[in-house]
């Protein structure tokens, strides 16, 4: 009887040191990677391992995922989960990472309006609404003008009315050390410790906006190393001096897409730059497109000297009212091994670990790991 009491309370005890994680449009895993390096640092959660139930629907991400995690991704859509798929699972923490083109300029900035936020509003309205066990921690990333948007508000309100107290971070990946510029809105929402749960399910709330909440620019004061870009990529083995020209040939910039756009500065870095310009998906529309969808590496500049040169000739290109001539433009760039960043060192630089692949056995292209790495979050 001693025994089998011991045994039921070694069940429980380890029961307790399990972390469960909702990870709504899981992607890649970018949050699944940063819980992972929180839980390492954690001192209150010390001892404890993550289970981490994640949701997508794009079948790629999710190949990438289990490659990396061992879990394969629910498929279902997200306006299909019910408030008892959650309350099954028991939630210490949501994660969610929603689409960000209802937000975005390039999406047109519809709102509520856009199909697209569908899931969002699904989330708010039903799931969160009508939860009989709420998660302690939600944690929410977009574009920036979400927190401006009547979806925010909605979202807000339901949080509100559940008794969470939210905050809105306004924030850079640059700001934790990351060598890429990557602004981003995160919404951290932490149950009240006196919240009462007396309703299950919730009118839905006007769009009146609820009480004024902050949006804080800056983390609680900790201090980051500051990573160059070349720190960065010397973790892979795509740096060593044998593949560097195989890097160059494959992922040169065509110098006539340069020529086509007259009077645009490129974001061109070196490794040592300790910013980048922000990656997204149509950088995998790399053959076709160039402006505005990620920095360009002059591969071939590595001393202080050289580099010091080139950024003064380059911006000064730049500097008066008058538009230089293109010629001026390619022949400073000929020389300096303009290219493309590989989708591995542009996870590399966004946070990922270099243990984290982009699973090259299960037959994805460059274009489709672009595209699956410009939707991920930085994991800092």
Same mark, same amino acid.
């Given at each position: 009887?001693?025994?089998?009491?011991?045994?039921?309370?070694?069940?429980?005890?380890?029961?307790?040191?399990?972390?469960?994680?909702?990870?709504?449009?899981?992607?890649?895993?970018?949050?699944?990677v940063?819980?992972?390096?929180?839980?390492?640092?954690?001192?209150?959660?010390?001892?404890?391992?993550?289970?981490?139930?994640?949701?997508?629907?794009?079948?790629?991400?999710?190949?990438?995922?289990?490659?990396?995690f061992g879990?394969?991704?629910?498929?279902?859509?997200?306006?299909?989960?019910?408030?008892?798929?959650?309350d099954?699972?028991?939630?210490?923490?949501? /994660?969610?990472?929603?689409?960000?083109?209802? =937000?975005?300029? *390039?999406?047109?900035? !519809? @709102?509520? &309006?856009?199909?697209?936020?569908?899931?969002?509003?699904?989330?708010?309205?039903?799931?969160?609404?009508?939860?009989?066990?709420?998660?302690?921690?939600?944690?929410?990333?977009?574009?920036?003008?979400?927190?401006?948007?009547?979806?925010?508000?909605?979202?807000l309100?339901?949080?509100?009315?559940?008794?969470?107290?939210?905050?809105?971070?306004?924030?850079?990946?640059?700001?934790?050390? /990351?060598?890429?510029?990557?602004?981003?809105? =995160?919404?951290? *929402?932490?149950?009240? !410790? @006196?919240? &009462?749960?007396l309703?299950?399910?919730?009118?839905?709330?006007?769009?009146?906006p609820?009480?004024?909440?902050?949006?804080?620019?800056?983390?609680?004061?900790?201090v980051?190393?500051?990573?160059?870009?070349?720190?960065?990529?010397?973790?892979?083995?795509?740096?060593?001096?044998?593949?560097?020209?195989?890097l160059?040939?494959?992922?040169?910039?065509?110098?006539?897409?340069?020529?086509?756009?007259?009077?645009?500065?490129?974001?061109?870095?070196?490794?040592?730059?300790?910013?980048?310009?922000?990656?997204?998906?149509?950088?995998?529309?790399?053959?076709?497109?160039?402006?505005?969808?990620?920095?360009?590496?002059?591969?071939?500049?590595?001393?202080?000297?050289?580099?010091?040169?080139?950024?003064?000739?380059?911006?000064?290109?730049?500097?008066?009212?008058?538009?230089?001539?293109?010629?001026?433009?390619?022949?400073?760039?000929?020389?300096?091994?303009?290219?493309?960043?590989?989708?591995?060192?542009?996870?590399?630089?966004?946070?990922?670990?270099?243990?984290?692949?982009?699973?090259?056995?299960?037959?994805?292209?460059?274009?489709?790991?672009?595209?699956?790495?410009?939707?991920?979050?930085?994991?800092?």
């Amino acid at each position: 009887e001693k025994l089998k009491r011991l045994h039921l309370a070694m069940a429980a005890e380890t029961k307790q040191k399990v972390l469960p994680v909702i990870e709504l449009f899981s992607g890649i895993g970018g949050f699944h990677v940063a819980l992972q390096e929180w839980l390492k640092t954690s001192a209150s959660f010390k001892g404890y391992s993550l289970e981490i139930h994640a949701f997508d629907n794009n079948c790629n991400a999710n190949k990438v995922y289990t490659h990396n995690f061992g879990i394969t991704p629910n498929k279902r859509n997200i306006e299909h989960l019910q408030s008892t798929d959650f309350d099954a699972i028991r939630p210490f923490l949501i /994660t969610l990472s929603p689409p960000c083109q209802p =937000y975005s300029r *390039a999406g047109c900035q !519809k @709102d509520c &309006h856009d199909a697209r936020s569908t899931a969002l509003h699904h989330f708010c309205h039903t799931i969160l609404c009508e939860m009989q066990h709420l998660a302690t921690h939600i944690l929410l990333e977009n574009v920036i003008g979400f927190e401006t948007s009547q979806s925010c508000q909605l979202l807000l309100q339901c949080l509100h009315r559940r008794g969470y107290e939210s905050r809105i971070y306004r924030l850079n990946a640059t700001q934790v050390g /990351t060598p890429n510029t990557r602004k981003r809105v =995160y919404v951290l *929402a932490t149950l009240k !410790k @006196d919240a &009462h749960q007396l309703q299950t399910q919730i009118a839905s709330p006007p769009w009146s906006p609820q009480q004024h909440i902050d949006v804080l620019h800056t983390l609680p004061s900790v201090v980051f190393k500051q990573q160059t870009i070349g720190e960065v990529l010397a973790q892979s083995q795509e740096q060593h001096d044998d593949h560097k020209q195989q890097l160059l040939e494959r992922y040169a910039v065509p110098m006539e897409r340069i020529a086509q756009f007259t009077g645009y500065k490129f974001g061109i870095v070196t490794v040592r730059d300790v910013d980048s310009e922000c990656f997204t998906k149509a950088y995998a529309t790399r053959k076709k497109f160039v402006k505005g969808t990620g920095a360009l590496f002059a591969s071939r500049l590595t001393q202080g000297a050289e580099i010091a040169a080139f950024k003064t000739d380059y911006d000064a290109l730049f500097a008066s009212t008058s538009t230089s001539p293109p010629s001026s433009l390619l022949r400073l760039l000929r020389n300096v091994g303009l290219r493309y960043f590989t989708p591995k060192e542009c996870a590399l630089l966004m946070g990922f670990p270099m243990t984290f692949s982009l699973a090259d056995d299960i037959g994805l292209n460059d274009e489709q790991k672009y595209k699956l790495v410009g939707n991920s979050i930085n994991v800092p």
